[in-house]
């Protein structure tokens, strides 16, 4: 008699969908009869890789037989002599979405819940629900983020609220002061999530920097 694994796992996981990326760009030009196809939704750079980048890869394929340094020490004080920031401050993941992760199973818990806006970034609902916690989806205004609806949103099993700032996918961003006066309303128990995955495409002045 075999075992069924898939009853072992935690609820939350058991009633998650697989994640669907989109369409290789291959095969949307073949469905569409299109040429240089942009992806940015995947964060292709349409240039290519940098020649420094190359560089560094084939450098770091000489020592692909060794285990890699899993405190990124290198990484991290580079990172932080350029952010102004101490390396005890740095978290590395395999991308946002490794982060945010991390930070929903550190968190969040079955009796818990996290905030988050309708058409925000597809990994919060993924992430809580994997946790057993309670999502607390607030309404979108003009696509975006209404930090004073989500600000009312939170509730005494509140841990984490994420805000997604450029809003990813739809491209809305919030000015410094709506985040700031949101911040001060936000319990001290409760953790705020910056995304700020996109920030590099914002060149605006009223545009927060997460790190001020």
């Not at 008699?1 to 291959?26: F, H, R, T």
């Not at 949103?153 to 809305?172: L, M, Q, S």
């Not at 709506?178 to 590099?200: I, Q, S, W």
């Amino acid at each position: 008699m075999s075992c069924d694994y898939i009853a072992l796992a935690n609820a939350g996981v058991q009633a998650l969908q697989p994640y669907q990326a989109g369409k290789p760009i291959e095969e949307l030009e073949r469905e569409l009869g299109l040429k240089d196809v942009v992806k940015l939704a995947s964060n292709e750079n349409p240039l290519g890789a940098s020649d420094l980048a190359l560089q560094a890869c084939r450098k770091a394929a000489q020592g692909m037989y060794l285990y890699p340094d899993s405190s990124g020490f290198e990484l991290k004080n580079k990172l932080a002599a350029r952010f102004n920031v101490s390396p005890q401050q740095i978290t590395l993941g395999n991308g946002s979405n490794d982060v945010l992760d991390l930070i929903a199973r550190v968190f969040l818990s079955p009796g818990t819940s996290a905030v988050y806006s309708q058409h925000a970034f597809v990994v919060y609902p993924i992430a809580v629900q994997a946790c057993g916690a309670r999502a607390i989806v607030t309404p979108a205004k003009d696509w975006g983020h209404d930090l004073d609806v989500m600000a009312a949103a939170i509730e005494d099993d509140t841990r984490v609220v994420f805000i997604a700032n450029p809003n990813n996918p739809t491209g809305t961003w919030l000015k410094k002061t709506e985040l700031e006066a949101f911040l001060a309303k936000v319990p001290e128990n409760v953790v705020v999530v910056l995304d700020e995955a996109y920030t590099e495409y914002v060149d605006e002045p009223e545009y927060p920097n997460g790190l001020d």
